[in-house]
């Protein structure tokens, strides 16, 4: 049985404990992308009553909405959106009583200045308490070469390593658009849907000298929801980029550790496949976004009138309490508790935190 950790975010070697533990115990983790602390506090509440370690993260845009919109320099919203909202799950992640990774999510080469910073960021932490800023970042270039890819990936985990802080690498396109990151699925040519097992290996072979990472590998998955038949999941890919790594490096059994991107809308069976083939972590943003909206347009349609008037025209009956935002934002941060407790079961993870 792996060992407790403490509640609270999770770095270093606490985090690879945490990666391992998931791999061994046939399970991964939701990881949900946030834009606010009505989003962060719902996805906690949710791993603490799934009894489930979690996955926070952030885009460079959920980073920009954080800091707010009325901030006119969007490249300084997004560094400080992405500081402030850390240092909020950093002071009440611990008081839910579960584990939490603290992740930034798909970084283009035009976001790598916003990932740099936040890493500036890191290091002044690391100085001042011995304790990175964040867990992990992603780097997503997977539209260009093999080689640029990894130069830069190499670059970043060289950075990253000595903060105890992990990198997330993408191999093969994931379709769809991820806040404004991505391409639609017409325009990608169908073999790079697909991650090949010789481009795991030469990642491997680069970057695992360096420092801990892990890959968001292309099995055909794709962000957003798609109707049925639209997305073929082949997680057969990642066992075979498994077994191609083991082989070649004279390793056990899964030495990789694989994210699932796109995981909105799978099949619980294509899901279960994949953990088993070494995913640890399942990226969730299109339902919880749905089950947020879901929630706070039913309860807008049940007291239409409060959102039209302060006081009731025909009963003069105020509405201050149905109109109060806490009331309606707290209907949408249910949506996503009860989304994400679903996550969880899907994933095998209810009932397995870490943290003592």
């Known amino acids: 049985m792996a060992a407790k950790l403490k ?9 690879i404990a945490l990666v391992e533990a998931c791999k061994a115990g046939g399970y991964a983790l939701p990881a949900v992308n946030v834009v606010n602390t009505q989003s962060i506090n719902a996805v906690l509440e949710a ?22 919109k009325g901030i006119k320099d969007s490249e300084k919203a997004k560094v400080l959106g992405g500081i402030a909202a850390a240092e909020h799950v950093h002071r009440v992640a611990e008081a839910y009583g579960v584990c939490v990774v603290l992740h930034t999510d798909h970084a283009n080469r035009a976001l790598i200045p916003w990932v740099d910073s936040l890493i500036d960021a890191s290091e002044e932490r ?48 994931t379709g769809g658009e991820e806040d404004g990151v991505g391409k639609d699925l017409d325009e990608i040519d169908n073999d790079k849907l ?35 038949g639209n997305v073929k999941l082949r997680p057969e890919i990642l066992k075979a980029s498994q077994e191609a790594v083991s082989s070649a490096e004279g390793l056990g059994n899964h030495p990789l550790h694989f994210v699932f991107h796109g995981g909105s809308g799978s099949e619980k069976a294509k899901i279960t496949e994949a953990v088993s083939y070494g995913v640890f972590k399942m990226n969730i943003d299109t339902d919880t976004q749905f089950a947020f909206s879901e929630r706070v347009g039913a309860y807008v349609e049940e007291n239409i009138k409060a959102f039209k008037f302060q006081i009731d025209p025909d009963t003069d009956e105020p509405y201050k309490k149905k109109y109060d935002p806490r009331a309606w934002l707290r209907k949408g941060e249910e949506g996503i508790v009860d989304r994400l407790i679903i996550a969880c079961d899907d994933l095998g993870s209810t009932g397995k935190s870490l943290a003592g």
């Open 194 to 228: 697909y991650t090949q097992p010789d481009e795991v290996l030469a990642a491997y072979r680069r970057l695992a000298p360096l420092g801990h990472f892990s890959v968001a590998a292309a099995f055909g998955n794709v962000h957003g929801v798609y109707k049925p």
């Open 126 to 173: 690391f100085k001042a308490t011995g304790r990175p800023l964040f867990s992990s970042h992603m780097l997503d270039l997977s539209e260009e070469s093999l080689d640029d890819n990894l130069a830069e990936c190499e670059r970043l985990l060289k950075r990253l390593a000595p903060i105890g802080m992990s990198l997330e690498i993408e191999l093969g396109v």
């Open 7 to 15: 509640p609270g975010v999770q770095t270093g070697t606490d985090y």
């Open 47 to 68: 791993a603490s009553k799934a009894k489930s370690d979690i996955i926070i993260q952030l885009s460079g845009g959920g980073a920009q909405f954080y800091a707010g």
